[in-house]
């Protein structure tokens, strides 16, 4: 498992990260204050904070190809 912090600051952002977490079998969760959502599910998304980076928890040993593919989003 993979933990960092992602910071997403628009509706397009929001929908950019969805469509890539989509791409990958393996789970993804996201989790601002007590909230815990699925990082697949666009609507669990918006009802978080997201004015506040988000953490992001990949539950896979190797996500060397997903991480390459949001490092736009990490802080």
């Known amino acids: 498992?993979?933990?960092f912090n992602i910071s997403l600051k628009s509706i397009n952002e929001v929908k950019d990260f969805v469509n890539t977490v989509n791409k990958y079998d393996f789970d993804v969760d996201l989790t601002s204050g007590r909230y815990v959502v699925d990082a697949k599910s666009i609507m669990g998304i918006f009802s978080l904070d997201l004015s506040k980076?988000?953490?992001?928890?990949?539950?896979v040993d190797d996500c060397g190809a997903f991480c390459e593919e949001i490092k736009n989003f990490v802080v």
């Open 1 to 3: 498992m993979k933990t």
């Open 53 to 59: 980076p988000i953490k992001v928890e990949v539950h």
